[in-house]
Structure formats: C-alpha cells, structure tokens
C-alpha cells in the first residue's frame, strides 16, 4: 500500500533519539529548548513553546489569549476538528467562515460580510483561527487588516505549513498573527512522533504558555506570592496541565529540522509532476495563490463528478483496491454529529461542503518514487477516463 502521507526517520535521526536515550535527561532537559529555538529561528520568531501535540498548542494559545466564557472563535469548516475544539475547552463559542473555492482557505471575503454583519448584533469574535490548509497559507495580510479594524486576535493554525512561505517569509514569522501553531504528527512535514508548537513575538504570551504546558508551575521568584524557601522551591499560581514534549521527542525533531528544506523541496517537485501528469484529466487541481509557496502538506484533488461515471466513493475503494492509500480532508466541522448537537446543519457553509464532495487527497511524502508517482497517476487517469 503506497500512504497518502509517512515519515522520513533518516539514520541520523535515530542517532539523535538513541544520544538523548543515553543522556541523562529524557525530559525536562536541554533538548526542547534547543529544538524550540531552532523552529523559531528558522520561521524568524521570537519564541517557540514545543508541547505534546498541536492539539495541546492550539488549546494553550486559546488561553493565553484569554479566550474564555461569552467569547467567540472563528475558524474554517475544512480542518480537523482541533481547530475549532480548542475554543470549547475554553468554554467559548464557536463559529465558522466558508472557504475560498480556489484556496480551500478560508475566504477573506466570507470573514469581512460575517464580521460586518456580526459588528452589527455586537457579536465579533475574540479569535479567529485561519487554517492553512494542505501547506499553502491564508492571505494573512488581509485578515490582519481585518483584525486591526474590528479588534480581534489572530491564531494561525500552520499545523500543515512549516517550510511554507507567504509573501516570501517563512510562515510562522509573526508579521500578521499573534500565534501560529505546528503540528509533528508523523504524517506532516517534520516529525518528533506526536508534537506541536506555537511560535509568537510577544513575550508575555510566550510566558504563560511555558507555564500553562507544565501545571501552571513557577520557579521564577518575580512571579511567586510568596517568598522563595530554598532552591526545591515552586509554586502553582494558576490551573495548567502537562502538556510537555519529551528530550526524546525534540531530539529527534531538532534532527528533521536540519531536513526540512530538502523535505519541502522534493514535496514540491512532486506536486508540480502532479500538476503536469493529471492536467487533462477531469480534475480540479490545487490552486496556489500568487502571494503563497506551499509547503504541500497534502495534494488534494476534486473530481469533477458531472464528467466521470463514478462517484467518489468508487472511486476511492477502486484506487484503495490498487494498493494507493489515498484519503480525504476534511469532512467539513460544522457536519459532524457533535456540532450538530450545537446548532450547525448541513448547509450551512455552502463552499466547504460543495469542496469536499469531490475532494481526494494522493500520496505525497518526500520518499514517494517516481515509478509510484507514475503508478498513481496511471491508475487514476484508467478509472476516469
């Protein structure tokens, strides 16, 4: 079976995981903070606060923005359900903008008519949560001017970005968000197994994060209620949780740092023999905005269903039958039985729901060969045409 998405753990990679399981920390030690700088350093942030999962990420820069109770979060329906789950461990609300048909981004004319018209019932979001979907960023500047206008925070969820470019800075450099999230789940870019990241410019952000991944605990005398009473000394000073990322983990993610740039380009030599070999078939192929050079996560073909005798799902379990494990993102958020249960029916986000009724998502990873690349493309262009 050919994945639509796997890891590349190279020897020098094991190497780092086997140094640090000989080393005398596996946690808590000096590896995290080398890996956090070296992410932040190559996006061009600040700081960097590397935690368990993106899903962890995404939830602790909800709370240091203080999103809480009576406050709105805005996301895309075509994401993983994270995006939009971080706001309701918070207790806040959440809601959706529809997407760009051709970006499958969330449209930033979508966001202006929805925060026009929620300026008028006074009810403007907190955040919003733009979602680079596939590795190709949103168009950023347009919701920071947004934001600027209508005074909310801006969370860019980049967990399908790192290595991307918008504007011809690397994402994550903070010029148009507050926060922008990593993911390294195995299937994305680099890896550290599970893991995530935030990355942001503002120190006191980057603080309360720190704090918030390991209990709420602090051993920074400045910020105690109380006087020190020896160097074992700590205090909690607010609810946290343990959210941290092993030595181990950021061991092996530091080591795929120092692949990314070969990582992205070969994702992207791939895509664009995509693009060549699929053109003339009955295709809705990625589109890329002018402003953006994706890290391509995921490439992500719609099936022009009115052109092809199949449906989908024929389609699907004939190229699964094939041995080409090809998948499907994202069943759009507002359609699952959860939110539902919240008020959103199907319907709702017209664009979203119109995207993925077509969408399939093939192989891309940097170790995919030319002879499957070719292999996939043949079997495709056998069952639509």
């Known amino acids: 079976m050919i994945p639509y998405g796997r890891q590349e753990i190279s020897p020098g990679d094991i190497e780092a995981v086997v140094a640090t399981l000989g080393s005398d920390w596996l946690t808590q030690?000096?590896?995290?903070?080398?890996?956090?700088?070296?992410?932040?350093?190559?996006?061009?942030?600040?700081?960097?606060?590397?935690?368990?999962?993106?899903?962890?990420?995404?939830?602790?820069?909800?709370?240091?923005?203080?999103l809480g109770p009576g406050d709105?979060?805005?996301?895309?329906?075509?994401?993983?359900?994270?995006?939009?789950?971080?706001?309701?461990?918070?207790?806040?609300?959440?809601?959706?903008?529809?997407?760009?048909?051709?970006?499958?981004?969330?449209?930033?004319e979508a966001l202006q008519r929805k925060l026009q018209q929620a300026e008028g019932l006074g009810c403007l979001p907190k955040i919003v949560v733009p979602v680079h979907f596939a590795g190709q960023s949103c168009d950023m500047q347009a919701i920071h001017a947004l934001a600027q206008r209508y005074g909310f925070r801006i969370i860019e969820d980049a967990s399908h970005a790192i290595g991307g470019a918008y504007q011809g800075q690397p994402i994550g450099d903070g010029r148009f968000a507050d926060l922008t999230v990593f993911s390294f789940h195995p299937v994305k870019i680099v890896t550290t197994a599970e893991g995530g990241m935030v990355l942001t410019h503002q120190t006191p952000?980057?603080?309360?994060?720190?704090r918030l991944r390991s209990h709420g605990i602090t051993r920074d005398p400045e910020s105690m209620a109380g006087e020190s009473e020896g160097p074992w000394y700590y205090e909690q000073i607010e609810l946290g949780y343990n959210y941290r990322l092993t030595d181990i983990q950021a061991a092996l993610g530091a080591s795929q740092m120092g692949q990314l740039q070969n990582f992205v380009a070969k994702r992207r030599q791939l895509a664009a023999r995509y693009g060549e070999s699929l053109a003339d078939l009955p295709l809705t192929l990625p589109w890329q905005h002018p402003d953006s050079d994706s890290a391509w996560h995921l490439y992500v073909v719609?099936?022009?269903?009115?052109?092809?005798?199949?449906?989908?799902?024929?389609?699907?379990?004939?190229?699964?039958?094939?041995g080409i494990g090809v998948n499907v993102h994202y069943i759009p958020v507002h359609t699952q039985p959860y939110y539902r249960k919240l008020g959103f029916k199907v319907?709702?986000?017209p664009e979203s729901e119109r995207y993925y009724a077509g969408a399939l998502?093939?192989?891309?990873?940097?170790?995919?060969?030319?002879?499957?690349?070719?292999?996939v493309v043949d079997t495709l262009r056998h069952l639509l045409t």
């Open 29 to 66: 030690g000096p590896a995290v903070p080398r890996f956090e700088a070296m992410v932040a350093g190559f996006c061009g942030a600040r700081h960097g606060v590397a935690v368990n999962s993106a899903t962890s990420a995404l939830h602790l820069a909800c709370l240091a923005l203080g």
């Open 205 to 210: 952000l980057y603080e309360r994060m720190a």
């Open 72 to 108: 709105r979060l805005w996301t895309s329906p075509n994401t993983f359900v994270a995006s939009a789950n971080c706001a309701l461990y918070c207790g806040a609300t959440v809601d959706f903008v529809d997407i760009d048909p051709r970006t499958y981004n969330m449209s930033t």
């Open 361 to 375: 998502s093939l192989p891309l990873f940097p170790t995919l060969t030319d002879a499957q690349q070719e292999y």
């Open 347 to 349: 319907g709702d986000f």
């Open 302 to 322: 719609c099936l022009r269903l009115e052109q092809i005798r199949s449906s989908r799902l024929q389609v699907f379990n004939a190229l699964r039958a094939a």
